[in-house]
Protein backbone atom coordinates (compact mmCIF):
# COMPACT_ATOMS: atom_id res chain seq x y z
CA UNK A 1 0.00 0.00 0.00
CA UNK A 2 1.55 3.34 -0.95
CA UNK A 3 1.50 6.05 1.83
CA UNK A 4 -0.56 9.25 0.74
CA UNK A 5 1.56 12.39 1.37
CA UNK A 6 0.27 15.46 3.45
CA UNK A 7 -0.42 18.11 0.65
CA UNK A 8 -2.05 20.49 3.48
CA UNK A 9 -0.50 23.58 3.94
CA UNK A 10 1.04 24.36 7.79
CA UNK A 11 -0.61 27.47 8.24
CA UNK A 12 -4.38 27.52 9.45
CA UNK A 13 -7.26 29.58 8.82
CA UNK A 14 -9.11 30.17 11.24
CA UNK A 15 -10.72 33.51 11.42
CA UNK A 16 -13.48 34.65 8.85
CA UNK A 17 -11.12 36.95 6.83
CA UNK A 18 -8.75 33.69 6.30
CA UNK A 19 -11.54 31.26 6.01
CA UNK A 20 -12.90 33.43 2.98
CA UNK A 21 -9.38 34.34 1.72
CA UNK A 22 -8.46 30.53 1.78
CA UNK A 23 -11.99 30.00 -0.27
CA UNK A 24 -10.95 32.40 -2.88
CA UNK A 25 -7.82 30.60 -3.57
CA UNK A 26 -9.61 27.59 -4.22
CA UNK A 27 -12.10 28.46 -6.53
CA UNK A 28 -9.59 30.29 -8.37
CA UNK A 29 -7.70 27.11 -8.36
CA UNK A 30 -11.05 25.08 -9.96
CA UNK A 31 -12.09 27.93 -12.33
CA UNK A 32 -9.03 28.97 -13.67
CA UNK A 33 -7.92 25.50 -14.50
CA UNK A 34 -11.34 24.41 -16.00
CA UNK A 35 -12.34 27.69 -17.72
CA UNK A 36 -9.23 29.75 -17.78
CA UNK A 37 -8.23 33.34 -16.32
CA UNK A 38 -10.06 35.49 -19.02
CA UNK A 39 -13.00 32.73 -18.89
CA UNK A 40 -13.84 33.34 -15.28
CA UNK A 41 -15.54 36.06 -13.76
CA UNK A 42 -14.92 37.79 -10.40
CA UNK A 43 -19.02 37.18 -10.00
CA UNK A 44 -17.81 33.44 -10.98
CA UNK A 45 -15.45 33.40 -8.28
CA UNK A 46 -16.94 34.97 -5.44
CA UNK A 47 -20.21 32.34 -6.23
CA UNK A 48 -17.92 29.46 -6.10
CA UNK A 49 -15.87 30.52 -2.84
CA UNK A 50 -19.76 31.85 -1.17
CA UNK A 51 -17.71 34.86 -0.61
CA UNK A 52 -18.91 38.87 -1.35
CA UNK A 53 -17.95 39.78 -4.84
CA UNK A 54 -15.74 43.21 -3.09
CA UNK A 55 -13.96 40.60 -0.82
CA UNK A 56 -11.28 39.85 -4.28
CA UNK A 57 -10.27 43.59 -4.04
CA UNK A 58 -10.22 43.83 -0.87
CA UNK A 59 -7.63 40.82 0.03
CA UNK A 60 -6.04 40.20 -3.90
CA UNK A 61 -6.19 44.04 -5.00
CA UNK A 62 -8.42 42.06 -7.92
CA UNK A 63 -8.17 39.24 -10.22
CA UNK A 64 -4.94 39.33 -10.98
CA UNK A 65 -3.29 39.04 -7.51
CA UNK A 66 -6.09 36.01 -7.15
CA UNK A 67 -4.12 34.34 -9.52
CA UNK A 68 -1.00 34.91 -7.67
CA UNK A 69 -2.25 33.75 -4.51
CA UNK A 70 -3.45 30.33 -6.16
CA UNK A 71 0.14 30.13 -7.57
CA UNK A 72 1.47 31.04 -4.22
CA UNK A 73 -0.76 28.17 -2.79
CA UNK A 74 0.29 25.88 -5.28
CA UNK A 75 4.02 25.91 -4.70
CA UNK A 76 3.25 25.67 -1.10
CA UNK A 77 1.51 22.72 -1.22
CA UNK A 78 3.84 21.09 -3.76
CA UNK A 79 7.12 22.19 -1.35
CA UNK A 80 5.18 20.02 1.66
CA UNK A 81 4.83 17.07 -0.61
CA UNK A 82 8.58 17.59 -2.66
CA UNK A 83 9.89 17.96 1.34
CA UNK A 84 8.11 14.85 2.34
CA UNK A 85 9.99 12.86 -0.82
CA UNK A 86 12.83 14.91 -1.50
CA UNK A 87 14.38 16.34 2.24
CA UNK A 88 13.85 19.50 3.77
CA UNK A 89 17.45 20.87 2.37
CA UNK A 90 17.85 23.23 -0.32
CA UNK A 91 20.38 21.78 -2.20
CA UNK A 92 21.81 17.91 -1.79
CA UNK A 93 25.36 17.01 -2.31
CA UNK A 94 28.01 14.80 -0.76
CA UNK A 95 26.77 14.47 2.66
CA UNK A 96 23.91 15.70 2.97
CA UNK A 97 21.01 13.66 3.73
CA UNK A 98 17.40 12.93 2.02
CA UNK A 99 15.24 11.69 4.33
CA UNK A 100 17.06 11.13 6.89
CA UNK A 101 19.69 8.72 4.83
CA UNK A 102 23.04 10.33 4.26
CA UNK A 103 23.60 10.22 0.09
CA UNK A 104 26.81 10.29 -0.60
CA UNK A 105 28.82 9.84 -3.53
CA UNK A 106 30.36 6.51 -2.71
CA UNK A 107 26.52 5.54 -2.15
CA UNK A 108 24.62 4.91 -4.99
CA UNK A 109 22.32 2.00 -3.40
CA UNK A 110 20.74 4.94 -0.95
CA UNK A 111 20.48 7.35 -4.01
CA UNK A 112 18.17 4.39 -5.79
CA UNK A 113 15.96 4.08 -3.00
CA UNK A 114 15.33 7.61 -2.55
CA UNK A 115 14.78 7.84 -6.30
CA UNK A 116 11.64 5.22 -5.81
CA UNK A 117 10.98 6.56 -2.48
CA UNK A 118 10.19 9.94 -4.13
CA UNK A 119 9.01 8.51 -7.19
CA UNK A 120 6.32 6.76 -4.71
CA UNK A 121 5.53 10.08 -2.60
CA UNK A 122 4.53 11.52 -6.34
CA UNK A 123 2.63 9.21 -7.43
CA UNK A 124 0.71 8.85 -4.10
CA UNK A 125 0.11 12.79 -4.45
CA UNK A 126 -0.34 13.64 -8.19
CA UNK A 127 -2.44 10.17 -9.45
CA UNK A 128 -4.05 9.73 -5.89
CA UNK A 129 -4.80 13.42 -4.68
CA UNK A 130 -8.39 14.82 -5.13
CA UNK A 131 -6.53 17.82 -4.88
CA UNK A 132 -4.19 17.42 -7.44
CA UNK A 133 -6.34 17.58 -9.92
CA UNK A 134 -7.43 21.53 -9.93
CA UNK A 135 -3.52 21.86 -9.02
CA UNK A 136 -2.58 20.08 -12.73
CA UNK A 137 -4.96 21.99 -14.43
CA UNK A 138 -4.14 25.13 -13.34
CA UNK A 139 -0.46 24.57 -14.14
CA UNK A 140 -1.44 22.72 -17.59
CA UNK A 141 -3.06 26.28 -18.52
CA UNK A 142 0.19 28.31 -17.15
CA UNK A 143 2.08 26.28 -19.20
CA UNK A 144 0.06 26.96 -22.01
CA UNK A 145 -0.42 30.72 -21.65
CA UNK A 146 2.51 31.95 -19.54
CA UNK A 147 1.88 34.22 -16.96
CA UNK A 148 3.92 35.40 -13.77
CA UNK A 149 2.21 32.93 -12.61
CA UNK A 150 3.86 30.47 -13.76
CA UNK A 151 7.50 32.28 -13.08
CA UNK A 152 6.25 31.77 -9.24
CA UNK A 153 5.64 27.93 -9.83
CA UNK A 154 8.59 27.39 -12.01
CA UNK A 155 11.18 29.02 -9.54
CA UNK A 156 9.06 27.97 -6.45
CA UNK A 157 8.84 23.89 -6.86
CA UNK A 158 9.74 22.84 -10.68
CA UNK A 159 13.41 24.11 -10.82
CA UNK A 160 14.29 23.17 -7.30
CA UNK A 161 12.79 19.99 -7.24
CA UNK A 162 13.85 18.85 -10.65
CA UNK A 163 17.51 19.72 -10.21
CA UNK A 164 17.67 18.21 -6.49
CA UNK A 165 16.46 15.02 -8.48
CA UNK A 166 18.73 15.42 -10.91
CA UNK A 167 21.37 15.26 -8.29
CA UNK A 168 20.29 12.08 -6.97
CA UNK A 169 20.20 10.52 -10.64
CA UNK A 170 23.92 11.56 -10.11
CA UNK A 171 24.76 10.02 -6.69
CA UNK A 172 22.93 6.76 -8.08
CA UNK A 173 24.65 6.56 -11.81
CA UNK A 174 27.53 8.36 -11.96
CA UNK A 175 25.95 10.48 -14.89
CA UNK A 176 26.65 14.30 -14.06
CA UNK A 177 23.59 16.17 -12.63
CA UNK A 178 23.45 18.81 -15.19
CA UNK A 179 23.89 17.28 -18.40
CA UNK A 180 21.43 17.48 -20.90
CA UNK A 181 20.96 13.54 -20.69
CA UNK A 182 20.56 13.51 -16.76
CA UNK A 183 17.72 16.45 -17.45
CA UNK A 184 15.71 14.82 -20.15
CA UNK A 185 15.74 11.46 -18.15
CA UNK A 186 13.97 13.17 -14.71
CA UNK A 187 11.52 14.74 -17.06
CA UNK A 188 10.79 11.52 -18.76
CA UNK A 189 10.39 9.76 -14.56
CA UNK A 190 8.08 13.17 -13.80
CA UNK A 191 6.11 12.61 -17.28
CA UNK A 192 5.04 9.22 -16.60
CA UNK A 193 3.36 9.98 -13.39
CA UNK A 194 1.68 13.29 -14.79
CA UNK A 195 0.10 10.95 -17.50
CA UNK A 196 -1.61 9.48 -15.09
CA UNK A 197 -3.56 12.77 -14.01
CA UNK A 198 -3.96 14.71 -17.33
CA UNK A 199 -4.99 11.11 -18.95
CA UNK A 200 -7.40 10.23 -15.43
CA UNK A 201 -10.19 9.32 -17.82
CA UNK A 202 -8.69 7.49 -20.44
CA UNK A 203 -6.98 5.10 -18.35
CA UNK A 204 -9.78 4.77 -16.15
CA UNK A 205 -11.92 3.76 -19.33
CA UNK A 206 -8.91 1.20 -20.86
CA UNK A 207 -8.13 -0.34 -17.26
CA UNK A 208 -11.73 -0.91 -16.20
CA UNK A 209 -11.46 1.34 -13.00
CA UNK A 210 -14.16 3.10 -11.20
CA UNK A 211 -11.97 5.88 -10.17
CA UNK A 212 -8.29 5.66 -9.14
CA UNK A 213 -7.53 5.50 -5.53
CA UNK A 214 -4.77 4.28 -3.10
CA UNK A 215 -5.00 0.55 -4.63
CA UNK A 216 -5.28 1.87 -8.06
CA UNK A 217 -2.31 4.05 -7.74
CA UNK A 218 -0.46 1.07 -5.76
CA UNK A 219 -0.32 -0.35 -9.14
CA UNK A 220 0.58 2.67 -11.32
CA UNK A 221 3.53 2.90 -7.72
CA UNK A 222 4.38 -0.73 -9.14
CA UNK A 223 4.90 -0.12 -12.84
CA UNK A 224 6.54 3.24 -12.77
CA UNK A 225 9.01 2.06 -10.02
CA UNK A 226 9.92 -1.18 -12.09
CA UNK A 227 10.20 1.66 -15.06
CA UNK A 228 12.86 2.99 -12.52
CA UNK A 229 14.62 0.10 -12.11
CA UNK A 230 15.27 -0.99 -15.41
CA UNK A 231 16.60 2.43 -16.41
CA UNK A 232 18.83 2.39 -13.53
CA UNK A 233 20.08 -0.66 -14.42
CA UNK A 234 20.56 0.19 -17.74
CA UNK A 235 22.63 3.15 -16.31
CA UNK A 236 24.41 1.66 -13.77
CA UNK A 237 27.97 2.46 -14.22
CA UNK A 238 27.84 4.45 -17.34
CA UNK A 239 27.62 7.36 -16.06
CA UNK A 240 30.95 8.91 -16.98
CA UNK A 241 30.84 7.09 -20.45
CA UNK A 242 30.14 9.63 -22.81
CA UNK A 243 27.30 11.75 -20.89
CA UNK A 244 29.12 14.79 -20.12
CA UNK A 245 27.48 16.84 -22.45
Not at 62 to 79: H, M, S, Y
Not at 167 to 193: C, D, H, K, M, Y
Not at 199 to 207: Q, T
Not at 209 to 217: K, L, M, R, V
Request: hydrophobic share 45%; proline share 3%; with cysteine.
Amino acid sequence: MIKMPDAKPSRRETSPAELTRAALVQAALKLFGRQGFDGTSTRELAAEAGANIGSIAYHFGGKEGLRAAAADFIVETIQAVAGQALGAGQALGAGQTLDGQAVTAGDPEAARAQLIAALERMVGFVVASPQAGEIVQFVLRELSHPTAALDRIYDGVFEPAHRRLCLLWEQATGEPAESERTRLTVFTLIGQVIYFRIGREAVMRRMGWHDIGAAEAAKVVAVTTDNLGAMLAARKGAGMKGSRQ
